[in-house]
């Protein structure tokens, strides 16, 4: 067995035990990269270099013992939308192509504090904005269980690249479902904590009241220890809560005996794919034969939600991008005739096709005419879905449901209708309108072959339930790797 086949957890067991080094582990992962980069595009930038130097600094602070968390020395990738000092962060967009941070995103910091090794930061849709990782101005990442399809978005790369074996682990950020989805599309498992529980300081904006960094990796223990470092209170986000317990791991146990799911006959209604379908009501049973109670209740205001989160975001998005114009940072037009033509020029040719629209509609709702009619509506709607979860919490620790309502598209398909694309998130985006955790995990394959994941939604800073329900359920499953990297 390879190092890149274990766990984080487990190799860093094996660096602790000094069974491995550190640069060992890092030059299995790059050797990974090496090997399946070219195909799958996981990445937009890979520090090699920087990583190996690193690797002898770890390995000089876990022999003198000042490093001796579980992370100390493993291999981690970060999305390409979280600022790292000295290192090009572009968030996939050309108008960020060449931006090098002077300061590196909190979430990344407290990785450093525990040992972490950067690899690099990977690919992701422009600005977070897409479901497939498509819109990327560095081409389309491919999903290592099938490289005729997409790997889910915007965290896509992250997600592709812990699937790959490519990095131990793997920060993503969630705006409406960018961790959850495109774990769920390549078999891996993805946190999105509780709005405000991971400080968002350095990580480059969507939508502010939406975006949340967590964690991507192959399994719950990981994801729970990983959770476990990058959460801290943080006075540099306002938006920054203080909790009294960040003691994610103490809920690795195989025992939901009374614990109350909540499956919402919404989400099994029209549009949902039979396979996907079979498989997470077949996880539904199996908690349900581990002691837990399961019963279908009704979820109100499913139907609003996508329409509100686009207002939303859109209009987060419109007011969060109008910096990049040219003047301080990042791309700017070569030729232009005053002010005004340069920041048209730059931003017409930095923005892809689907930030622009996104600017476009929020630009529009947020305009005068407009404001009441959409975007203060949509506020309303936000509060509306947060007090229908609210009551449903009330009775349920845990609500049970799919990741997507399929399993990953081919690539192509979702970018010629963006329509089906936006529809696609219909599952994941009221975590984030009512800014609670959520998690995914690998629940099945459907007949193509293809990954299934199980999501389980918590009420806010109620981790602890999901994580138990998901390591619970993930005890009755082996963890299954993509045909391309079984080697």
């Known amino acids: 067995m390879g190092l890149m086949n274990l ?72 999305k390409d939308n979280m600022c790292t000092k000295d290192m090009l962060t572009t968030c996939s967009s050309k108008i960020l192509s060449n931006f090098v941070p002077t300061y590196t995103a909190e979430a990344v910091v407290n990785l450093e504090k525990a040992g972490a090794v950067i690899l690099g930061k990977t690919n992701m849709d422009e600005f ?15 999903n290592p269980w099938n490289t005729a399809h ?62 949340q960094i967590g964690p991507v990796a192959k399994d719950v223990t990981d994801c729970a220890t990983i959770l476990e470092a990058i959460s801290s209170y943080d006075p540099k986000d306002s938006t920054s809560v203080k909790r009294e317990d960040y003691d994610f791991t103490s809920a690795l146990v195989d025992d939901v005996k009374g614990l109350k799911i909540g499956i919402p006959k919404a989400y099994f209604g ?27 209740f009704d979820l109100g205001l499913v139907d609003y939600a996508i329409p509100a989160y686009y207002v939303i975001a859109a209009a987060e998005a419109s007011s969060n ?11 700017r037009t070569k030729d232009y005739e005053g002010l005004h033509n340069m920041y048209k020029k730059t931003r017409s040719e930095g923005f892809g096709a689907e930030v622009k629209r996104r600017i476009m509609l929020g630009s ?19 509060a509306l879905i947060k007090k229908e979860f609210d009551k449903a919490f009330e ?14 598209p081919k690539l192509g398909e979702s970018l010629s209708d963006p329509i089906k694309m936006y529809l696609g ?14 998690i995914t995990v690998p629940a099945g394959e459907d007949n193509k072959g293809l990954p299934i994941g199980l999501q389980l939604i918590g009420d806010c800073f109620k981790e602890k339930n999901i994580i138990r329900a998901a390591y619970s359920f993930e005890q009755t499953r082996n963890y299954k790797r993509p045909g391309m990297i079984e080697d």
């Open 128 to 142: 977070a904005m897409g479901s497939t990782t498509e819109t990327s101005a560095y081409g389309e990442t491919k």
């Open 395 to 408: 009775k349920y620790d845990v609500i049970l449901g799919p990741a997507a309502p399929t399993t990953a």
């Open 364 to 382: 529009f709702v947020l305009s005068s005419g407009y404001y009441d009619a959409y975007y203060l509506k949509a506020l309303r709607t936000k």
């Open 270 to 296: 029209e549009g949902l794919d039979a396979d996907v379908k079979k498989v997470i009501l077949d996880a539904a049973k199996v908690l349900e034969e581990k002691g837990a109670i399961v019963e279908e």
């Open 321 to 331: 991008l109008s910096r990049f114009d040219g003047v301080k940072y990042g791309y």
């Open 425 to 438: 998130d219909i599952y994941t985006i009221s975590v984030n309108l009512a800014g609670l955790p959520g």
């Open 7 to 78: 766990t984080a957890v487990e190799l860093g067991k094996k660096i602790k035990a000094k069974e491995v080094t550190v640069k060992e582990a890092v030059e299995a992962a790059i050797v990974q990269i090496e090997k399946h980069e070219d195909t799958l595009n996981c990445y937009v930038t890979v520090d090699k270099e920087g990583a190996l130097k690193k690797a002898e600094e770890i390995q000089k602070l876990i022999d003198d013992g000042i490093l001796t968390g579980p992370l100390a020395g493993v291999p981690v990738a970060i």
């Open 150 to 211: 997409v790997p889910g978005g915007s965290s896509g790369g992250s997600c592709a690249a812990v699937a790959a074996e490519e990095c131990s682990y793997a920060l993503g950020s969630d705006t409406g479902g960018s961790i959850r989805q495109p774990s769920s599309f390549c078999g891996v498992t993805g946190i999105k904590p509780t709005y405000g529980t991971v400080s968002r300081y350095g990580l480059i904006a969507y939508g502010s009241s939406l975006d």
